[in-house]
């Protein structure tokens, strides 16, 4: 899906939004290898793929979202909007990632996934986290986009709702599967975009 909705870019501004069905395909594969690592006890294997994983999952999503949504934007007032949502996000990412490098990350296999992270499930830090990474999408001129964000926030509540404990774990595996709605933004929203073109011409 990485793969396919990277061959449907038209501008280099649309690659890292496109990036991202590649970039959750990468971060599912980590935490696969991390399932791995407790199945055949390899300790260094899963401290690794642990701080991998919670890299991609507290640093990069809430900066890469908003920047990418950001690029592709063309409305000037949604664009200024969204860059409200960057630098939270931002602030959010470095923020986590001070925690990351001060403190210990360790993971639980169970029936799913557990990570401690010692500052994450504070309820502001939670908040503007997921303005970030979905209500950032609610700005968008692109209504595909716009979907992105609402099923993005959807799928939040119900793996906080079923899956308390390891919510993370199973919020990113649900995330993996909105690269369907980013593959429609660029098979649709750029034939539509170009068809207008052709017909302006």
Known sequence: MGVATLRKVQRRAEIPFAMIPLLFGLQQIIEGTLWLSFRFD??????????????????LWPMF???SIGLVE??????RVISVFLFIGTAVGLYLLYFIVRFPI????????IYIFPDFHKPPVLALYVAATCVCGFFSSHRII???GVLALLLFIVAYWFYTVAF???WCF?????????????RFGNERASDLSYQRA
């Open 42 to 59: 390899v300790p260094l294997l899963n401290v690794t793929m642990t701080y991998l994983f919670t890299l991609f999952s507290h640093v």
């Open 168 to 170: 993370f774990s199973v």
């Open 65 to 67: 979202v908003p920047f």
């Open 174 to 186: 649900f995330a993996a599967i909105l690269s369907v709605v980013i593959y429609l933004h660029f």
């Open 146 to 148: 716009n979907l992105f």
């Open 74 to 79: 063309v409305v000037p007032w949604r664009r």
């Open 106 to 113: 360790t993971s639980e296999a169970d029936a799913h996934m």
